[in-house]
């Protein structure tokens, strides 16, 4: 008689097969948190740099106004035509143009048209002026008042999705330069 060779088993039994299953769940979690924060850092970098590009441009477009102020024709002196300041817009030239803060919003409006949006989701918007001794003058200037100013200062905050991102510019109004004219 010949003897037969016992029947091997195959597969896993209940509890390798639950082991494995706790196992690759661990392992998957940790995977998956991984990715999320990976995720949230990518959202976070791409948020932050397209606000950083919006407020360059912005910033660069205001800035690129103010240099160019023309000199004031009827001050005795060199003195910017400037026409007034406050603390959350500047006022120049005639028909006005004006760049300022409203709710949320920098606009910019040239020679009386009509107001272009600079930026949206404005947070915090400083305007100062300062002389050519670079001192700081008042927060409301207007009429001969303006005449000091040399300098102005702008420092603009924007947020989205609670990433914030803040520039900041010091510009010289260039007509005031000796001998400019």
Known sequence: MTRRRPHRRRGFTLVEALATIVVLTALGSVGATVLYESTDGFVEASTRAQLHTELSLAMDRAVREIRKIDRDPAATGVAPDINGVTATEIRWHTPETKLWRSGSFWYLNLDG?????????????????????????GTVLTGTGCDPIRRVLLEVTITRNGVSETLRSKVFVRSTLSGSG
């Open 113 to 137: 048209g009509a107001a272009n949006v600079l930026l949206r989701d404005v947070t915090a918007f400083t305007l100062e002026t300062y002389d050519e001794s670079n001192a700081l003058l």
